[in-house]
């Protein structure tokens, strides 16, 4: 019986699909993946070690190979089972062991400082927490677009997935304070403890937000390009690389004015909503004068090329709404519209 070992080969195969697609799972839901694994290498050891006798065995209940193979998977599995179940509880304990399940607080996305707010803290405590969280955003945000940098030079995939995991803790940061700021009691709120938390609120979903774009949009555009085998010309990639330089500047100064309040910075980071927009329109013209002279890296990647120049500039827009926007609407110095007024 040939196959035999064949047959030994799958069933360790089958479970190592598990393990890999699990890898991003909870300890707990890893834990059923590596025990499934383990059983079955050790019943192939244990097989192969008496392999000479249980080939002839099988052999002798069913001759023909493929009702044989059949009979040896069912045989192997219902012997791993029984040998097995005495052992279930000390072998759960090993599996507990091997992965433990981590504190809560240690999970990259779980909250810091929220956490240790009591309920019947006031409420300059409660906004405190909630600040020092949001800069948590501000930090892992520019850590995702210090990543995509990185990507425009080197499209490596763990790379990629890596930054896609940081997009998962905004959302988590971003889903506990707002969970937290929404349940406040209007009536225990006066004006600047209302707009506060007002702005503790837009600050966090823009930068959730601008990272939504990156993760579900730009990496998506990398691994396209780099998927399809047509890369970002040399002078495209330095383009759009100067402009995610631009874009954490833009990040650093939001930050600043999230945290004091300066209308001035307000308006600083307003007026860079334009500039940004000068950048994207310089880029683009660049881009479609390569495609005049010629510039076949530039042809191939032409219409991603224009897809990652529309969200960084939507990137752009989410850190500059996430704190000068706020501060200038309640001082009355956002205009309602951009259009000229008919005469």
Avoid: C, W
Avoid at 135 to 142: G, K, P, Q, S, T
Avoid at 183 to 190: N, Q, T
Avoid at 232 to 259: M, P
Wanted: no cysteine.
């Amino acid at each position: 019986m040939q196959q035999s070992p064949l047959a030994l080969g799958a069933n360790v195969g089958t479970a190592i699909n598990p393990i890999l697609e699990g890898a991003g799972r909870n300890a707990a839901a890893r834990r059923l993946p590596l025990g499934n694994l383990l059983s079955r290498v050790a019943g192939v050891v244990l097989v192969l070690a008496v392999y000479p006798l249980v080939a002839p065995f099988v052999q002798s209940i069913e001759a023909d190979p493929a009702r044989a193979i059949a009979n040896f998977h069912l045989f192997f599995n219902l012997s791993l089972a029984i040998l097995l179940f005495p052992f279930l509880t000390p072998f759960a304990k090993l599996l507990e062991g091997l992965l433990p399940e981590r504190d809560e607080a240690e999970r990259p996305g779980a909250p810091k400082y929220l956490t240790y707010v009591a309920p019947d803290a006031p409420i300059s405590q409660l906004l405190a927490a909630a600040t020092r969280e949001a800069l948590r955003l501000a930090d892992v945000l520019e850590a995702m677009l210090t990543g995509l940098r990185g990507a425009l030079g080197d499209p490596d995939r763990r790379r990629i997935e890596d930054l896609r995991k940081l997009d998962d803790q905004l959302d988590q940061i971003t889903r506990i304070i707002k969970d937290k700021l929404v349940a406040l009691d209007p009536v225990k709120l006066d004006g600047e403890t209302s707009e506060r938390a007002g702005r503790i609120i837009a600050y966090s979903i823009n930068l959730e937000q601008a990272g939504d774009v990156v993760d579900r949009s730009l990496l998506d555009i990398i691994g396209r390009a780099e998927k399809r085998g047509k890369p970002f010309s040399r002078e495209g990639k330095a383009e759009l690389i100067a402009q995610v330089d631009e874009l954490i500047e833009t990040l650093r100064l939001s930050t600043a004015v999230f945290l004091n309040g300066d209308v001035e910075g307000a308006r600083a980071l307003a007026a860079s909503k334009e500039k940004f927009r000068r950048i994207e329109e310089d880029a683009t013209i660049a881009h479609f004068g390569r495609l005049r002279s010629g510039n076949i890296e530039s042809s191939e990647s032409s219409a991603l090329h224009l897809d990652a120049l529309r969200d960084l500039k939507r990137v752009s827009s989410h850190l500059i709404e996430a704190s000068a926007y706020p501060i200038l609407k309640q001082k009355g110095d956002l205009l309602p519209t951009r259009l000229k007024v008919a005469q």
